[in-house]
Protein backbone atom coordinates (compact mmCIF):
# COMPACT_ATOMS: atom_id res chain seq x y z
CA UNK A 1 0.00 0.00 0.00
CA UNK A 2 1.10 3.52 0.12
CA UNK A 3 2.44 6.13 -2.17
CA UNK A 4 5.93 5.44 -4.17
CA UNK A 5 7.30 8.54 -6.29
CA UNK A 6 9.55 8.04 -9.11
CA UNK A 7 10.76 10.91 -12.07
CA UNK A 8 11.93 9.10 -14.16
CA UNK A 9 13.98 6.73 -13.53
CA UNK A 10 15.02 7.68 -10.03
CA UNK A 11 12.80 6.26 -6.76
CA UNK A 12 12.15 7.57 -3.93
CA UNK A 13 10.62 6.74 -0.29
CA UNK A 14 7.07 5.00 -0.42
CA UNK A 15 5.35 7.74 1.75
CA UNK A 16 5.36 10.14 -1.32
CA UNK A 17 3.76 10.21 -4.45
CA UNK A 18 5.14 8.63 -7.71
CA UNK A 19 5.23 11.18 -10.47
CA UNK A 20 7.27 10.40 -14.37
CA UNK A 21 7.40 13.60 -16.04
CA UNK A 22 9.08 14.35 -19.37
CA UNK A 23 8.46 17.51 -19.57
CA UNK A 24 6.46 19.18 -16.73
CA UNK A 25 4.67 22.13 -18.90
CA UNK A 26 3.27 19.56 -21.04
CA UNK A 27 1.56 17.06 -18.79
CA UNK A 28 2.44 14.67 -15.33
CA UNK A 29 1.52 11.73 -13.96
CA UNK A 30 0.73 10.36 -10.61
CA UNK A 31 0.45 6.73 -9.79
CA UNK A 32 -1.31 5.57 -6.85
CA UNK A 33 0.19 1.72 -5.56
CA UNK A 34 -2.52 -0.09 -3.54
CA UNK A 35 -3.59 -3.84 -4.22
CA UNK A 36 -4.55 -2.16 -7.58
CA UNK A 37 -2.42 0.42 -9.24
CA UNK A 38 -4.58 3.74 -10.20
CA UNK A 39 -3.04 6.69 -12.65
CA UNK A 40 -3.77 10.36 -12.77
CA UNK A 41 -2.67 12.02 -15.69
CA UNK A 42 -2.88 15.89 -16.15
CA UNK A 43 -2.13 17.25 -19.75
CA UNK A 44 -1.06 20.50 -19.32
CA UNK A 45 -2.71 23.82 -21.28
CA UNK A 46 -2.07 22.51 -24.77
CA UNK A 47 -2.12 19.09 -26.92
CA UNK A 48 1.79 19.19 -28.22
CA UNK A 49 3.92 17.02 -30.39
CA UNK A 50 4.09 13.51 -30.15
CA UNK A 51 6.95 12.75 -29.29
CA UNK A 52 6.13 14.42 -25.71
CA UNK A 53 3.44 11.93 -24.93
CA UNK A 54 6.06 8.83 -25.19
CA UNK A 55 5.74 8.50 -21.04
CA UNK A 56 2.02 8.41 -21.59
CA UNK A 57 1.94 5.89 -24.11
CA UNK A 58 4.31 3.37 -22.53
CA UNK A 59 1.96 3.84 -19.80
CA UNK A 60 -0.82 2.69 -21.36
CA UNK A 61 -0.08 0.27 -23.27
CA UNK A 62 1.50 -1.17 -20.02
CA UNK A 63 -1.03 -1.17 -17.54
CA UNK A 64 -3.84 -3.97 -16.71
CA UNK A 65 -7.15 -4.44 -17.08
CA UNK A 66 -6.96 -4.45 -13.30
CA UNK A 67 -5.45 -0.70 -12.86
CA UNK A 68 -7.47 2.20 -13.52
CA UNK A 69 -6.78 5.34 -15.14
CA UNK A 70 -8.30 8.90 -14.84
CA UNK A 71 -7.13 11.78 -17.26
CA UNK A 72 -7.49 15.39 -16.11
CA UNK A 73 -8.51 18.08 -18.84
CA UNK A 74 -7.99 21.18 -18.33
CA UNK A 75 -7.25 22.47 -22.21
CA UNK A 76 -7.13 24.31 -24.85
CA UNK A 77 -6.69 21.84 -27.68
CA UNK A 78 -3.78 21.90 -29.89
CA UNK A 79 -2.41 19.21 -32.30
CA UNK A 80 -4.35 17.00 -34.08
CA UNK A 81 -1.86 14.17 -34.55
CA UNK A 82 -1.26 13.87 -30.97
CA UNK A 83 -4.61 13.95 -30.20
CA UNK A 84 -5.71 11.20 -32.06
CA UNK A 85 -2.27 9.25 -31.13
CA UNK A 86 -3.62 9.84 -27.67
CA UNK A 87 -7.13 9.01 -28.15
CA UNK A 88 -5.91 5.65 -29.94
CA UNK A 89 -4.46 4.40 -26.84
CA UNK A 90 -6.65 5.63 -24.70
CA UNK A 91 -8.97 3.46 -26.03
CA UNK A 92 -6.72 0.35 -26.69
CA UNK A 93 -5.99 0.49 -22.99
CA UNK A 94 -6.54 -2.86 -21.17
CA UNK A 95 -7.44 -1.05 -17.76
CA UNK A 96 -10.75 1.35 -17.80
CA UNK A 97 -9.73 5.02 -18.71
CA UNK A 98 -11.88 7.81 -17.45
CA UNK A 99 -11.87 11.34 -18.73
CA UNK A 100 -12.62 14.18 -15.82
CA UNK A 101 -13.01 17.43 -16.98
CA UNK A 102 -12.06 19.79 -14.73
CA UNK A 103 -12.53 23.14 -16.85
CA UNK A 104 -13.79 24.59 -19.93
CA UNK A 105 -11.89 22.79 -22.96
CA UNK A 106 -11.58 23.35 -26.22
CA UNK A 107 -11.16 21.86 -30.16
CA UNK A 108 -8.75 18.73 -29.75
CA UNK A 109 -9.57 18.61 -26.25
CA UNK A 110 -12.71 18.00 -26.45
CA UNK A 111 -13.07 15.53 -28.64
CA UNK A 112 -10.46 13.87 -25.84
CA UNK A 113 -13.43 14.54 -23.17
CA UNK A 114 -15.31 11.97 -25.06
CA UNK A 115 -12.76 9.29 -26.03
CA UNK A 116 -13.21 7.66 -22.17
CA UNK A 117 -14.36 3.92 -21.82
CA UNK A 118 -16.94 5.41 -19.54
CA UNK A 119 -18.89 8.39 -19.32
CA UNK A 120 -16.79 11.38 -18.27
CA UNK A 121 -16.95 13.38 -15.21
CA UNK A 122 -17.64 16.48 -15.80
CA UNK A 123 -16.97 19.15 -13.05
CA UNK A 124 -19.32 22.48 -12.62
CA UNK A 125 -18.81 25.36 -14.88
CA UNK A 126 -17.38 23.62 -17.89
CA UNK A 127 -18.08 23.56 -21.23
CA UNK A 128 -16.67 22.10 -24.30
CA UNK A 129 -15.70 24.13 -27.55
CA UNK A 130 -15.70 22.14 -30.88
CA UNK A 131 -14.49 23.44 -34.30
CA UNK A 132 -12.82 22.98 -37.42
CA UNK A 133 -9.17 22.01 -37.81
CA UNK A 134 -6.70 24.35 -38.58
CA UNK A 135 -3.54 24.36 -40.87
CA UNK A 136 -1.21 25.30 -43.21
CA UNK A 137 -0.21 23.01 -46.33
CA UNK A 138 2.59 24.07 -48.79
CA UNK A 139 3.43 22.15 -52.05
CA UNK A 140 1.90 22.02 -55.58
CA UNK A 141 -2.01 23.58 -56.27
CA UNK A 142 -3.55 19.83 -56.95
CA UNK A 143 -1.37 18.10 -54.12
CA UNK A 144 -2.83 21.11 -51.56
CA UNK A 145 -5.97 20.15 -53.00
CA UNK A 146 -5.91 16.47 -52.62
CA UNK A 147 -4.20 17.18 -48.96
CA UNK A 148 -7.25 19.24 -47.99
CA UNK A 149 -10.31 17.45 -49.19
CA UNK A 150 -8.68 14.33 -47.58
CA UNK A 151 -8.15 15.75 -44.09
CA UNK A 152 -11.56 17.34 -44.38
CA UNK A 153 -13.11 14.02 -45.00
CA UNK A 154 -10.68 12.11 -42.20
CA UNK A 155 -11.97 15.02 -39.76
CA UNK A 156 -15.47 14.85 -40.26
CA UNK A 157 -15.00 10.83 -39.35
CA UNK A 158 -13.34 11.45 -36.49
CA UNK A 159 -15.88 14.04 -35.55
CA UNK A 160 -18.70 11.52 -36.34
CA UNK A 161 -16.91 8.49 -34.39
CA UNK A 162 -15.71 9.85 -31.53
CA UNK A 163 -18.17 12.66 -30.83
CA UNK A 164 -21.46 11.07 -31.50
CA UNK A 165 -24.23 10.49 -29.83
CA UNK A 166 -22.91 13.64 -27.80
CA UNK A 167 -22.86 15.84 -30.64
CA UNK A 168 -26.16 15.67 -33.19
CA UNK A 169 -25.07 14.88 -37.06
CA UNK A 170 -26.52 18.44 -37.67
CA UNK A 171 -23.91 19.78 -35.09
CA UNK A 172 -21.13 17.80 -36.71
CA UNK A 173 -21.86 19.33 -40.26
CA UNK A 174 -22.20 22.64 -38.89
CA UNK A 175 -18.79 22.38 -37.75
CA UNK A 176 -17.56 21.31 -40.33
CA UNK A 177 -18.80 24.07 -42.14
CA UNK A 178 -16.93 26.23 -39.85
CA UNK A 179 -19.76 27.59 -37.12
CA UNK A 180 -18.01 27.12 -33.52
CA UNK A 181 -20.27 25.05 -31.42
CA UNK A 182 -20.27 26.35 -27.37
CA UNK A 183 -22.01 23.47 -25.37
CA UNK A 184 -22.83 24.97 -21.99
CA UNK A 185 -22.78 22.90 -18.95
CA UNK A 186 -25.95 23.17 -18.70
CA UNK A 187 -29.39 23.65 -21.11
CA UNK A 188 -28.67 27.41 -21.81
CA UNK A 189 -29.08 29.47 -24.89
CA UNK A 190 -26.70 30.12 -28.12
CA UNK A 191 -24.92 33.39 -29.48
CA UNK A 192 -28.28 33.55 -31.60
CA UNK A 193 -30.43 33.35 -28.65
CA UNK A 194 -31.47 29.85 -29.52
CA UNK A 195 -31.68 27.04 -26.96
CA UNK A 196 -28.72 24.50 -26.95
CA UNK A 197 -28.73 21.13 -25.13
CA UNK A 198 -26.03 21.43 -22.22
CA UNK A 199 -22.94 18.67 -21.46
CA UNK A 200 -25.41 17.56 -18.46
CA UNK A 201 -28.25 16.27 -20.58
CA UNK A 202 -26.44 15.08 -23.23
CA UNK A 203 -24.58 12.55 -21.26
CA UNK A 204 -28.05 11.68 -19.22
CA UNK A 205 -28.92 10.73 -22.51
CA UNK A 206 -26.07 9.01 -23.64
CA UNK A 207 -26.40 7.16 -19.97
CA UNK A 208 -29.88 5.91 -20.84
CA UNK A 209 -28.99 4.63 -24.64
CA UNK A 210 -26.60 2.60 -22.78
CA UNK A 211 -28.65 1.42 -20.23
CA UNK A 212 -31.23 0.13 -23.29
CA UNK A 213 -28.30 -1.57 -24.82
CA UNK A 214 -27.77 -3.51 -21.29
CA UNK A 215 -31.53 -4.72 -21.34
CA UNK A 216 -31.74 -6.26 -24.62
Known amino acids: GGFMTERLI ?22 QTTTK ?21 HELDSVT ?9 NNYGGDVSSGVQLLNKIKECSA ?6 EAPVYSMASVLALAGHTIPLVSPHVFFMFHDYSGVEIGKGNEIHHSVV ?7 TLLRTVCTPFLTKKEV ?6 IDLYVPYTTGLDKDGNEIKGICERLDEIKK ?6 VK
Open 65 to 73: AKDKVFFHL
Open 37 to 57: NEYHIYLGEYIEEGSKYFTIF
Open 96 to 101: PVTICV
Open 10 to 31: RVVTPDEVEQQVDDPNCFRIFK
Open 150 to 156: NFQNYFR
Open 173 to 178: ASIIKG
Open 209 to 214: LKKKKR
